[in-house]
T-cell receptor, first 118, second 111 residues
Framework: EAQVTQNPRYLITVTGKKLTVTCSQN?????MSWYRQDPGLGLRQIYY???????DKGDVPEGYKVSRKEKRNFPLILESPSPNQTSLYFC?????????????????FGPGTRLLVL | EDQVTQSPEALRLQEGESSSLNCSYT??????LFWYRQDPGKGPEFLFT???AGEEKEKERLKATLTKKESFLHITAPKPEDSATYLC????????????FGGGTRVLVKP
């Protein structure tokens, strides 16, 4: 089954304790991305990756790190989480436009990770 | 500045009462516009991709249309199971490889 998986689904942690949220896709997609969703602010892009070893900042990258060592995996790292990073996080993947090999095509989203930072 | 704005923020409909949702955008060089449906606590689910003005796509009771400045999602004779938040998104930035979402429209269809 084609899917994007995220782990963990729920996480409660304390300020400053490093954590990693994993994301994996089995569709051989080039493009992967992380979003956070907050009430009243909608979905905002944190980081994206066009392919292996190619990552770039989205609109809200502060406090986050990513890496793309393999095509299927795109972990999100919070080196020193703070309460303002409490949010619902989504990973997504997509192929790239075929006639314009930049930019994401249809995004497939994971089930989400609900993070609470105390 | 690239912007995507959805209206209304919320919509309450009676079952069978058709309506339209709006997604207006200001981007230089549209590289596609995406519509998603999101149920509470779940990841967005893809509905449509539109690439050029005049394009229309349909799926069951939903129909998406695109002009040079906005897109509409028409819901015809909605049912309670159409209740969800509907999101639109466009690729933005000089290379079009970032994605910006609108704030969404929460639709509630009452029986």
């Amino acid at each position: 089954e084609a899917q994007v998986t995220q782990n963990p689904r729920y996480l409660i942690t304390v300020t400053g304790k490093k954590l990693t949220v994993t994301c994996s896709q089995n569709m051989n997609h080039e493009y992967m991305s992380w979003y956070r969703q907050d009430p009243g602010l909608g979905l905002r892009q944190i980081y994206y990756s066009m392919n292996v070893e190619v990552t770039d900042k989205g609109d809200v990258p502060e406090g986050y790190k990513v890496s793309r060592k393999e095509k299927r995996n795109f972990p999100l790292i919070l080196e020193s989480p703070s309460p303002n990073q409490t949010s619902l996080y989504f990973c997504a993947s997509s192929p790239l436009f075929r006639w314009y090999a930049r930019g994401p095509e249809t995004q497939y989203f994971g089930p989400g990770t609900r993070l609470l930072v105390l | 500045e690239d912007q995507v704005t959805q209206s209304p923020e919320a919509l309450r409909l009676q079952e069978g009462e058709s309506s339209s949702l709006n997604c207006s955008y200001t981007v230089s060089g549209l590289r596609g516009l995406f519509w998603y449906r999101q149920d509470p606590g779940k990841g967005p689910e893809f509905l449509f991709t539109l690439y050029s003005a005049g394009e229309e796509k349909e799926k069951e009771r939903l129909k998406a249309t695109l002009t040079k400045k906005e897109s509409f999602l028409h819901i015809t004779a909605p049912k309670p199971e159409d209740s969800a938040t509907y999101l639109c998104a466009v690729p933005v930035g000089a290379a079009g490889n970032k994605l910006t979402f609108g704030g969404g429209t929460r639709v509630l269809v009452k029986p």
